[in-house]
């Protein structure tokens, strides 16, 4: 059975916190709160109920964010939802917590400038596809749109 998986758009309430494990792969925690805001009959904004949970990414993944992402910016994410347990002073503790697989920032009330990574690898490991050179004026590396349809 799969685990389920969340996609929305929420808020960064701390700086990406970057660490390495002893094999020295990277791992970034996240904390992030989702929220049901709406407007009321009077058309005044309403907050609704909060899910605040703990995110983390993974490798490459982990570092991207680290270096892009802080406290206070809107972000789209998705990963799988996933209990954590652990035991603490003889007391059996649960959270729920994300495994982030996809991470950016909103652009509804920001912009963003995109630079592709040059890593081998993707950050679930597997190798990168290769792809042609880009050129240095083109950070989309889009072609021009065919004069006429091709049909």
Known sequence: MSLP????VGRIVADPELS???SGKAVARIRLAFNSRRKNDRGEWVDGDTFWVRGTAWERLAEHVAETLAKGMEVLVSGEVRTESWEKDGQKHQATTLLIRSIGPS???ATATVTRSTGTTTNAGHPAPTRPATPADDP???????AE???
């Open 107 to 109: 652009l509804a009330y």
């Open 140 to 146: 989309w590396a889009t072609e021009p749109a065919p």
């Open 5 to 8: 998986t969340l996609t929305g």
């Open 149 to 151: 349809p091709p049909f």
């Open 20 to 22: 390495f494990t002893q």
